[in-house]
């Protein structure tokens, strides 16, 4: 089903018999440029561009771009939630989401944003993440926060579909409303016609509608990918971090397909007489051995003028086409904000070492962004749990800090860095304890404690 058609039902469902455009873009912040945009993006995270042919292979870049800024992101990211027993509580529920977070992060960056929701499970909580494509949001305050939206959750009995919309929204008198609307259907590509949630048996225990009071914020947090929206300006909603290396894409697909052609098309070959072979008792035609079918090419040679076999050796063009398709790449890595040699071979082009600082710095800059991003998303979620925790009367009461340390290897050169830091310290120029204190990410009265009484630099 295409992506903005589905909006289209949901939207229908949730606000009821209205202008379907004028929805999609006003209630459902959805315009019909982005819910296309955001099936384009998702065809290429799983490899079916509109480009894929017999002769054009896709290679699967976006799903590495995407792969490799989320490397970055949470690469060695540690997240504490601190400050007694409900936060001891809260960090045991998010501990195993923590550990799959890099996938989350991944597929969030490839579709714009994700959705991350906690809900009761087993007397405790689990989270839910759901993608740009199954998560509609329906309101945003000043600042761009997402304030509602809707969730969809699909099921399969038997030869029925079901879908279940769940819609948060947050009044401005502080009550949140959790609406839950079930829908079966034959078709899996339609909603269908509305059930009773008991008809279903994973949400037999869900209620048509909860309604909460004193809630600050919407009990979600929502990771949007912090690039300017460049395929709808007036649009809230996040993009994708290769939104703006699409055409590229498909030239480096076809490129490469360029250079897969050069080499079949150049491999070695003996164009022979067809009299050199036995004949076929039946076709008449040459009997050419298996093992060498593609080596020897029967074609009727031989006559007098001409010789009885001929070698087909042509020159290959490797390298212009192979310099051209790395060009595409270093092009993909600029758009996309990495460093150049993420995607490209980096024995290509010869770089100064400004140059590789300034695209270290680059991506640097992006994945900076992507951390902050990711840290209120999980800050909301956190609060969201905790709200549940009281509702449900799950943990101790109290209050929690969250606290956040990201990796900055992205930069820099943690090797030189120590280096340098040795040399200062051999000079007297900066205290032993310090060195210890940064290597070892200890206080300095612990660093202190680790020195020999007498050693020298």
Known sequence: MRFLDWIRQVVAKVFGKQDINKAVGIDVAVSQTMAEAIDLWDRLYCNKPPWKSETTIPLGLPAAVAGELARLVTLEMDAKITGGARAEWLAAQRAPFLTGLQAKVEQGA????????????????????????????????????????????????????????????????????????????????????????????????????????????????????????????????GVSVYARAVELFR???????????????????????????????????????????????????????????????????????YRGFQDILRRIEFQCC???GTLSDPQTVEKTAEEIRSGKQRSYA??????????????????????????????????????????????????????????????????PEIVLAWYFNCSEEEAAKMLPARRAF
């Open 110 to 237: 490839a579709l714009g944003g994700m959705a991350f929701k906690p809900y009761l499970s087993a007397g405790g909580l689990a989270i839910d993440c759901t993608p740009a494509d199954r998560f509609f949001p329906t309101g945003f305050d000043g600042s761009g926060r997402v304030m509602g939206g809707v969730f969809v959750d699909r099921f399969t009995q038997g030869k029925r579909y079901y879908t279940r919309l769940e819609t948060h929204s947050l009044g401005d008198d502080g009550l949140y409303r959790i609406r839950n609307q079930a829908y079966g259907s034959d078709n899996p590509d339609a909603l269908g016609q509305p059930v009773a949630l008991g008809a279903v048996q994973p949400w037999a225990a869900l209620d048509e509608e909860v309604t909460l009071a004193n809630i600050k914020r919407p009990l979600f947090g929502y990771f949007r990918v912090p690039l300017a929206n460049t395929v709808d300006r007036g649009s809230p909603l």
């Open 366 to 431: 992006t994945v900076a962004s992507m951390q902050r991003a990711l840290e209120a998303a999980l800050d909301d979620l956190t609060y969201a749990m905790d709200v549940w925790a009281t509702v449900a009367k799950l943990a101790p009461t109290g209050k929690y800090e969250t606290a956040y340390m990201w990796d900055d290897s992205v930069i820099t050169d943690t090797d030189k860095e120590f280096a340098q830091r040795m040399q200062l310290a051999q000079a007297d120029m900066l205290r």
């Open 338 to 340: 990495l460093a150049y």
């Open 251 to 321: 030239q480096a697909d076809e490129q490469w397909a360029r250079l897969m052609w050069e080499f079949r098309g150049t491999e070695l070959a003996v164009d022979i007489s067809a009299r050199a072979f036995r004949a076929d008792p039946q076709t008449g035609r040459p009997l050419i051995p298996q093992a060498w079918k593609r080596l020897f090419r029967a074609h009727e040679l031989g006559e007098t003028e001409k010789p009885l076999y001929e070698v087909f050796s042509p020159a290959i063009r490797e390298e212009p086409l």
